[in-house]
């Protein structure tokens, strides 16, 4: 997924992941799939078993330190944000290493929940490249 990633130029400058050791693993590939350096991660307590609310609220507090953010997180909170996110595109349960990939027009992070998506795609490993 991280070699899907670099084809479709969508490699984050900031990083917000949860603390668990198996989203530290994903973050860990993924940097090196990308030759991103460990700077860009920032881990969250928050993101740890997060309810789709709470999320948004983790994200806002970034300020400007992003313009591509990637969150490594977990289920369900992180699917049920991204349906309420992108309905059309992203499965009600991500699968394990799925991506919902979402462009938005947003003055601050902070607007992301009110915020109509541009352009939305879910990739998953199944599905081919």
Do not use: K
């Not at 973050?27 to 920032?42: E, K, M, P, R, S």
């Not at 983790?58 to 909170?77: D, E, F, K, T």
């Not at 991204?82 to 394990?96: E, F, K, S």
């Amino acid at each position: 997924m991280a070699n899907r990633l670099a084809e479709q130029q969508l490699v984050p400058d900031r990083l917000l992941i949860s603390p668990a050791s198996r989203t530290r693993e994903t973050t860990d590939f993924v940097l090196c799939q990308l030759a991103l350096d460990q700077t860009l991660v920032l881990p969250v307590e928050a993101l740890y078993l997060a309810e789709a609310g709470a999320i948004p609220e983790a994200i806002s507090r970034i300020g400007a330190l992003a313009q591509h953010l990637m969150i490594v997180a977990h289920n369900p909170g992180l699917s049920e944000l991204a349906q309420q996110l992108a309905p059309d595109v992203a499965p009600r349960d991500l699968p394990t290493a799925g991506m919902v990939t979402m462009l938005a027009d947003l003055a601050e992070w902070s607007d992301l929940a009110a915020t109509r998506m541009l352009e939305c795609r879910y990739d998953h490993p199944a599905q081919p490249a």
